[in-house]
């Protein structure tokens, strides 16, 4: 089989991309068509199929957290996912959705439907037999063992764009130089986290990546929020910095992923938190000098 | 179920841009108006081994995902949009092309034309004869679930204000530059927004286009707001445009939106060789579907231009 494929289709499939006129793009079309068709009945076509029909707001997350546990539960190879969107959502996030699903670098296509029939009619040309129809993830809300497991796991890098890293490898460079750098993304309602964190660690740069208010700030803190990054370059941003302290929002998980230390805040009791971003701090200080 | 109208676009033949993907949302809408269909699927087809087209040499596997990411929001304004599918497998494309032409769906661009890599992306020739025959067209709207948050965000830093959406092409300061001659010449535009300003306080601006693209001195002009150095993005622009009172700006991406989102609008330096490909004589004031309120302004604009015209146009816009 091995050499069928070496010696036939991939030769043919070459040949006929670049005969790019009729009646050899009805030739190519029909030859990947059968392949297609091939790789559906052998079982080698996988779809994964989730389900938001709730609401998008924190969809680029949990879709973060979904592809994460798709590429653990297939070792190898690519696959597709469908998303059900609901089509009442108004939370202005689907550009955040398709730029998290876009730096999966083993996610092939993409389907985005907003119509279960579309979806139904659909779903056995993205997957044969009754792997494809034996129902859809609830992607509506991540379970509390789902993120556990997110913050256990080992992760496969995503992949961001080349011109995301770029461009925030060389702001890093300018603003930071040669010192630490620590994203912070606080939740909105424990600013005073900040005092904390930049107390705790003295001769580091912050960088503030939510939403900057009008309070004024200490020389080593740069607000990102002005600088016009894409979510891409935020992510970007959080892979090139030293550390990451911050709420559990997509850059959270970015900073999960590329296996950024932090601490991950918002999620209990406010001075517990501040206690433990204090002694991360010095420990991360400690093995740093 | 249903039948749909389905469209192609197959990014090895049709360009990466923001203009052509309007154009093409807006065939797809004339085409599904035509058939008496309520749904429109949407594939966009980019073979990941060689993404680029004849057009755009400069794309390449290394930033195809980055391109692809920053305009697909121009995908999701049709409001009869059902699915819309991101296809980078090439074999699983032609496996759902078969289908649906084996179903004899009704297809922007036909089989044929798909079959023979060839698109008419840029051309209003379905669009003015739509019109000749209906008197109307088949409108693009905000993007897919950004309306609530443009008309919150206007309620926020607009409230009852004329809003004008300005897009001040500088393809120059992009990392992909093109068409350099169809760039705004943007100290003009600077003395236009600082008169602006001063005499109709009234009037906010809304600054669209690439981070990269912003002049700095316009963050520091009153009643000027730039929603890119607020940390949104091109959805959250379109969807803002299409709330807009009114657009000016260079013909680009922005202005096709203006133009098949039915604003009124002053689209500047029109390209004179586009003439052939909108059915427009060099010089007209309008398209064939323009109203009074959206002017096509042929020459390359000075700050005494845009100003004599938004003057004219703002205050129109105030009577309606």
């Known amino acids: 089989m091995i050499s069928v494929r070496r010696w036939l289709i991939r030769p043919a499939r070459r040949t006929l991309r670049r005969l790019e006129w009729f009646p050899f793009t009805l030739l190519s079309a029909l030859l990947f068509a059968a392949v297609r068709l091939r790789e559906l009945r052998t079982g080698r076509a996988v779809v994964r199929v989730g389900r938001a029909t709730g609401g998008t707001a924190a969809l680029p997350l949990r879709l973060m957290l979904w592809l994460d546990h798709i590429g653990a539960e297939l070792p190898s190879g690519s696959f597709d996912v469908c998303v059900r969107l609901p089509r009442a959502a108004e939370d202005a996030n689907l550009h955040d959705v398709i730029s998290v699903l876009l730096t999966s670098p083993r996610l092939a296509s993409i389907g985005l439907y907003w119509d279960d029939d579309a979806l139904s009619d659909d779903q056995p040309l993205w997957q044969n037999g009754a792997a494809a129809a034996s129902g859809a993830n609830d992607i509506d809300e991540a379970s509390a063992e789902g993120i556990e497991r997110f913050l256990r796991a080992e992760h496969q890098p995503f992949a961001l764009p080349v011109a995301a890293r770029r461009e925030v490898q060389t702001l890093l460079k300018r603003l930071a130089g040669g010192a630490y750098a620590i994203c912070l993304n606080l939740p909105a309602g424990q600013m005073a986290l900040l005092d904390v964190v930049v107390t705790a660690a003295p001769g580091v740069r912050f960088f503030e990546m939510g939403c900057a208010g009008s309070k004024p700030r200490p020389a080593n803190i740069t607000a990102l929020a002005d600088y016009g990054l894409t979510l891409h370059e935020r992510m970007a941003f959080v892979q090139a910095a030293d550390a990451y302290v911050g709420i559990f929002d997509e850059l959270g998980g970015a900073a999960i992923i590329s296996g950024r230390p932090g601490v991950l805040v918002g999620r209990g009791d406010p001075v517990s938190e501040a206690l433990a971003v204090t002694q991360w701090a010095a420990e991360f200080l400690g093995r740093r000098q | ?320």
């Open chain 2, 1 to 320: 179920m249903a039948e749909s109208m389905i469209g192609i676009y197959d990014f090895s033949y049709a360009p990466y841009a923001l203009g052509d993907a309007l154009t093409w949302t807006m065939n797809l809408n004339i085409g599904a108006a035509e058939a008496g269909l309520e749904t429109i699927d949407q594939y966009l087809v980019i073979d990941p081994s060689r993404p680029t087209n004849r057009h755009q040499p400069f794309i390449n596997t290394l930033n195809v995902v980055g391109i692809i990411d920053q305009l697909f929001p121009a995908f999701l304004c049709s409001p009869k949009l059902r699915s819309l599918k991101i296809i980078r497998h090439v074999p699983t494309f032609n496996r759902f092309l078969v289908r649906e032409a084996l179903r004899r769906r009704r297809m922007w661009p036909s089989c044929w034309s798909h079959l023979n890599r060839n698109l008419d992306f840029i051309s209003h020739r379905r669009i003015n004869a739509f019109h000749r025959k209906h008197g109307t067209l088949p409108w693009l709207t905000a993007p897919r679930g950004y309306d609530a948050w443009a008309e919150t965000f206007l309620r926020t830093h607009a409230v009852g204000r004329v809003v004008v959406a300005v897009n001040i092409r500088q393809s120059s300061l992009s990392a992909t530059p093109a068409s350099l001659s169809r760039d705004s010449p943007v100290q003009e535009w600077l003395s236009f927004l600082r008169r602006a300003t001063t005499r109709h306080p009234d009037v906010v601006f809304l600054v669209m286009g690439a981070y990269a693209e912003l002049d700095r001195e316009m963050s520091r002009l009153p009643n000027v707001v730039i929603p890119r150095a607020m940390g949104f993005a091109l959805a959250h622009e379109l969807a803002l445009l299409c709330r807009a009172d009114l657009f000016m700006g260079t013909s680009s991406g922005f202005a096709a939106m203006a133009t098949f989102c039915n604003k009124p609008y002053l689209i500047v330096n029109v390209d004179q060789g586009f003439s052939q490909y909108i059915d427009v004589p060099v010089g007209e004031r309008h398209y064939p579907f323009g109203g009074d309120n959206q002017i096509l302004y042929w020459e390359r604009e000075t700050a005494d231009v845009l100003l004599d015209f938004f003057e004219e146009l703002q205050a129109r816009v105030r009577h309606r």
